[in-house]
Nanobody, 120 residues
Framework: QVHLVESGGGLVQPGGSLRLSCAPSGRIFSINDMGWHRQAPGKQRELVAR??????TNYGDSVKGRFTISRDNANTVYLQMNSLKPEDTAVYYC???????????????WGQGTQVTVSQ
């Protein structure tokens, strides 16, 4: 069983900051790309940020310059969110492209999601 355990969501005022974390657990052989997506009510899920195994990154246009994705040697992935806006309100999902066993192809796994609410 593979799990991606997210934490760090919550309520924050506009202009504030939050840091999300996502830790993989279970039987994992290798991990390639990891990232964060978000989904607001009535909207499609969208890419927030992605980080590869060589630590190269890319971001959705709406968060460039405000959010930073990082990843440590244990493959915990972080999303530092600064200058938050009400339109950043959404459920944030961690995902990872990984293989649970040697010889198996990689596939995408998702966390359960964590709510981020930006409001006065």
């Amino acid at each position: 069983q593979v799990h991606l355990v997210e934490s760090g969501g919550g309520l924050v005022q506009p202009g504030g900051s939050l840091r999300l974390s996502c830790a993989p657990s279970g039987r994992i052989f290798s991990i390639n790309d990891m990232g964060w997506h978000r989904q607001a009510p009535g909207k499609q899920r969208e890419l927030v940020a992605r980080i590869s195994s060589d630590r190269s990154t890319n971001y959705g246009d709406s968060v460039k310059g405000r959010f930073t994705i990082s990843r440590d040697n244990a493959n915990t992935v972080y999303l530092q969110m600064n200058s938050l806006k009400p339109e950043d309100t959404a459920v944030y999902y961690c995902n990872a492209d990984l293989s649970p066993l040697r010889g198996l192809p990689t596939r995408n796994f998702w966390g359960q999601g964590t709510q981020v609410t930006v409001s006065q």
